[in-house]
């Protein structure tokens, strides 16, 4: 089941509400105020209702124990709010916070994910660039130091429950090269003393030509294999070089 996150969208005068400045305003208000509040977000999930579960005697000693509050001061406020109506008994068991089902706030995780997601593009538009690192002290250019940002693609993102695909992060100089741990550790053993070059000359040219790759490992690799093809001497060339000891 997608995992769901609320809140409480309170309006800007809420502590203007003649009924919430008279809760204050009686001994100990502003505790009172601080219980009514915990109890709205108490009552999130199931639209503003509470329930009596019998696990104390009565319905303000098992609030109280459920907000770590003071039995007495819960019983004043649901007093107060019995009286004004912002709450209601529906049966024995069931309690229901008026205000609340309107100013409840939801949304899944997933698209929580997409909308942050899409935000930080806009702001990426806005100042001009695609990636930038979380550090204002140390270059991206320096490999130990990884750049926070991870690849997220909006219908991956989207599917909520999907598994299995390995997270990237960004490395290079310009910080757009995007490997797998995997991906990464299989460049230091193949490449033990050229991955860095190949993965800051990959870093450079996406930056310059606005070239894309579908995989940057699998270019590296590629690169890597053409070099050392142009390194091999060819065949049916004889090898006319000598050393300073050999010459006449």
Known sequence: MAKRYYWLKLKADWFSDKRIKKLRSIAGGDTHTIIYLKMMLLSLKDEGKLYFEGVEDNFASEI???LDEDAEN?????????????????DDDEYQL????????????????????????????TE??????????????NLKQICSVEI???????????????THT?????????????????????LPDKWEYYID?????????????????????????EDIGKA???????????????SL
């Open 170 to 190: 960004a490395y290079g100089k310009f910080c757009n090269v995007f490997l797998s741990d995997a991906e990464l550790e299989g460049l230091k053993s193949e």
């Open 128 to 141: 001009g660039r695609l990636l930038q690192c979380n550090t204002a002290e140390m270059d991206c250019n």
């Open 98 to 125: 008026t205000e609340v089902p309107s100013i409840i706030g939801t949304e899944t995780a997933s698209a929580m994910r997409v909308r942050a997601h899409r935000e930080r593009k806009k702001q990426y538009v």
């Open 152 to 166: 997220e693609i909006d219908k991956e993102l989207e599917k909520e429950g999907e598994k299995g695909t390995p």
């Open 232 to 246: 091999a001497p060819k065949k049916g060339i004889p090898d006319y070089s000598y050393s300073e000891e050999d």
């Open 74 to 90: 819960v019983k004043l406020t649901l007093a107060f709010l019995r009286r004004h109506g912002l709450i209601e008994i529906c």
């Open 64 to 66: 109280a124990l459920a």
């Open 201 to 225: 000359h990959l870093s450079a040219y996406i930056a310059s030509s606005g070239r894309k790759y579908h995989n940057h490992a699998a270019t590296i690799y590629k690169w890597a294999q």
